[in-house]
């Protein structure tokens, strides 16, 4: 009989987390936010000096969530800040990929989004209003470095991913810093919204 292959990664803060059986204690915000920060949207094919990080993303959403939602409370835009949180372990997989590795892809991306949501005081699953207005910012911001920083016409990018409100998106501009300076953006961002729900 072959020895069960690890299924558990080691984090930075001496956490260890079991990618098949995900808990909340085993979640920390430093390692979600180091290693969002070090994954590239768009598997690195974007311009600049930095890879647009999923960190750089996940505020870009948070943001674009609030204007679509502005009355929508504090801990929705937390959850809007986390929809991709998952992939600090996962990485981030571009959608044709995510198709061809198949169902096995979202039930682990839903499990350990469970435990990272209930380790922040959300809840397991989203209500279905919520969710739906944070993958409308997320579509949005797909758009925005779609058109600005990956190459695509604003017609492709619009059969891609539907164009935006132009009035949701006026004055933001894409950010590409450094690993370091977008996890420390992160984990503040994180840490104020958190304080906020009190």
């Known amino acids: ?44 094919q974007t311009r600049g000096a930095h890879a647009y990080s999923v960190a750089e993303h996940s505020l870009l959403v948070e943001t674009l969530f609030a204007r679509i939602a502005p009355k929508a409370p504090v801990k929705w835009r937390l959850a809007a800040l986390l929809h991709d949180a998952p992939e600090y372990v996962i990485g981030d997989m571009i959608s044709p990929v995510k198709a061809a590795v198949g169902p096995g892809y979202e039930a ?4 350990l989004t469970a435990a990272i949501h209930l380790r922040f005081g959300l809840p397991a699953a989203l209500p279905v209003q919520i969710k739906r207005q944070i993958k409308k910012a997320d579509k949005i911001s797909a758009w925005m470095e779609a058109t600005q920083i990956a190459g695509f016409s604003e017609t492709e990018a619009s059969k891609f991913f539907g164009k935006p409100d132009t009035a949701v998106i006026a004055d933001l501009t894409l950010t590409l810093r450094p690993p370091a300076e977008t996890r420390d953006a992160f984990t503040a961002r994180h840490n104020s919204l958190l304080e906020s729900m009190g």
């Not at 292959?5 to 990618?19: C, K």
Request: hydrophobic share 50%; glycine share 6%.
């Open 108 to 111: 682990l991306d839903v499990r």
């Open 1 to 44: 009989m072959a020895p069960q292959a690890r299924a558990w990664q080691r984090m930075l803060s001496g956490r260890r987390l079991d990618l098949l059986d995900p808990t909340p204690v085993d979640i920390e915000i430093e390692d979600i936010a180091r290693g969002l920060a070090f994954v590239a949207r768009w598997n690195g």
